[in-house]
């Protein structure tokens, strides 16, 4: 059962970037990692997955050392809508774990 | 033209009552899931369903029953509810089976509140 450790919160302003770190100590080989995105009274909304090296979307981009014990969310030029907690993820469903996550505020 | 929807988004009831949540996608995907978000706002799966079938069952108390009449509908039918069953309650579903690249898309969630 692969574990991760996050930053409880953050702060952060507007247009800045920022990165948010998960630790995954127990990776499997064949685990994935993914980031989901929770606003107040929703439900999660994926943002991002990868398994290695850096991936990139529209929304964020992923970066993820050669050792695969970390990971790092990064997020361009937040804005308020940004304010929301974000989950790291490790392994299948079934073995997954929504931990606390990491409340990021983001402020004008 | 919502992906994931639930019914009802609030539930208020008295301990002891019988209530259900509906579920529905309109994704065409094979797995559907139900999870618990505590007051602590930890995110907890409860059960699974692939094509109708239980696939995953975590440890909950068996007042709790899901039910799956098709692919696309994932009910979850609460039986003589008590204070600690007080939480928000989503539905996800999945193209996949859920695995390790499988990605889920939640409802809305509905808030239950046990009085």
């Known amino acids: 059962l692969a574990k991760t450790t996050q930053p409880i919160s953050m702060d952060s302003y507007e247009g800045q970037e920022v990165n948010i770190t998960c630790s995954h100590n127990n990776i499997a080989t064949n685990d994935y990692i993914t980031w989901y995105q929770q606003f107040p009274s929703q439900g999660p909304r994926f943002i991002i997955q990868?398994?290695?090296t850096k991936v990139t979307n529209e929304v964020a981009s992923l970066f993820i050392p050669a050792d695969r014990k970390s990971s790092t969310l990064s997020l361009p030029r937040v804005s308020l809508s940004d304010t929301a907690v974000y989950y790291c993820?490790?392994?299948?469903?079934?073995?997954?774990?929504f931990g606390a996550g990491t409340r990021l505020t983001v402020k004008p | 033209d919502t992906a994931v929807s639930q019914t009802p988004k609030y539930l208020v009831t008295q301990m002891g009552n019988d209530k259900s949540i509906k579920c529905e996608q309109n994704l065409g995907h094979d797995t559907m899931y139900w999870y618990k978000q505590d007051s602590k706002k930890f995110l907890k799966i409860m059960f699974s369903?692939?094509?109708?079938?239980?696939?995953i069952n975590e440890t909950v108390p068996n007042r709790f029953s899901p039910k799956s009449p098709d692919k696309a509908h994932l009910n979850l039918h609460i039986n003589s509810l008590e204070l600690g069953d007080s939480a928000v309650y989503f539905c996800a579903s999945s193209q996949g089976w859920g695995g390790r690249t499988d990605t889920q898309y939640f409802g809305p969630g509905t808030r239950l509140t046990v009085l």
């Open positions: 993820l490790v392994g299948e469903v079934g073995d997954m774990r």
């Open positions: 369903y692939n094509n109708k079938e239980l696939i």
């Open positions: 990868g398994y290695k």
